[in-house]
């Protein structure tokens, strides 16, 4: 029996309502120690970092050890969580060097890049579909790398405020492709971007208010999960690829590519089925990987609340 769409959530997101920590000086300030000092050096900082967080942010925590639970075949202890916020901290300030054209100092493996060299020969463009696990950008800076298409990355218009202000703290000069959802022409500028070849990508796995969600088993609780991406995939008839640049420690990602659903040929009837087929293929994946790399899901809050 299918179950019932949920039109949209009554309050914020945990996620949203949370107050930033930090501002665009404090970025600058760190970016300009971190490329002063490099990358070796500035790691270390990121201990007292850690464990501060660590003591003072008791829902981050809370929700840290909930969702260890779930992946660790044993009790998360107190350095488990330190390892799970050593990860997030790590791919943060990973993301100023991969910003500022510093690709040299990663060992970086592909998997499944065959899927996405194909999409690519056939111009058509696709939605590359991810969550918050791992680093989203070890994977845009491999494409910039790499000479492929642009990547375009897709989301409600306060987070890509957020996102540009971040950016341009980070490396101002560099040129950024952000398409903000809920204005008039946000869909006729993803259909021009698929139309030239290009990628768009898109995270998956949190929602906002008024957006319609669905509820979905993940990790042996329930979870809402929105459904706009899989419906503007449908909209817009592309295939959507699946990504996720899982950190290994250290230097070490890997990039994996997966497809997940082919959304070009599908008649009016089957969009339900093929919505339902994929959200499943993608929850499945993700808990996949959380319990592979289980210190790579930065979701910092209860995710099933």
Known sequence: MRRPIDPGLS???????????????TMRFIVSVALTLGRAPTRLLLYPICLYFLLFSPQSRAASRKYLRKVLEHPPRIGDLFRHYHAFAATLLDRVFLLNGRFADFDVRMHGQAIVDEVIARGEGCFLLGAHLGSFEIVRALG???????????????????LNSVLNAINPNLPVHVIALGKVDSMLKVEAALARGELVGMLGDRTIAGEGTIPREFLGAQAKLPLGPMRIAIMLKRPIVLMFGVYRGGKRYDIHFEALADMRQLERAQRE???????????ARIEHYCRLYPYNWFNFYDFWR
Request: glycine share 2%; proline share 9%.
């Open 273 to 283: 089925g093929a919505i339902d087929q994929a959200l499943n293929a993608y929850l």
């Open 11 to 25: 309050t914020q997101p945990e996620w949203i309502a949370r107050p930033e920590r930090s501002n665009t000086l």
């Open 144 to 162: 910039r790398d790499a000479k492929v298409p642009p990547m375009n990355l897709v989301m409600y218009e306060e987070n890509a405020r957020k």
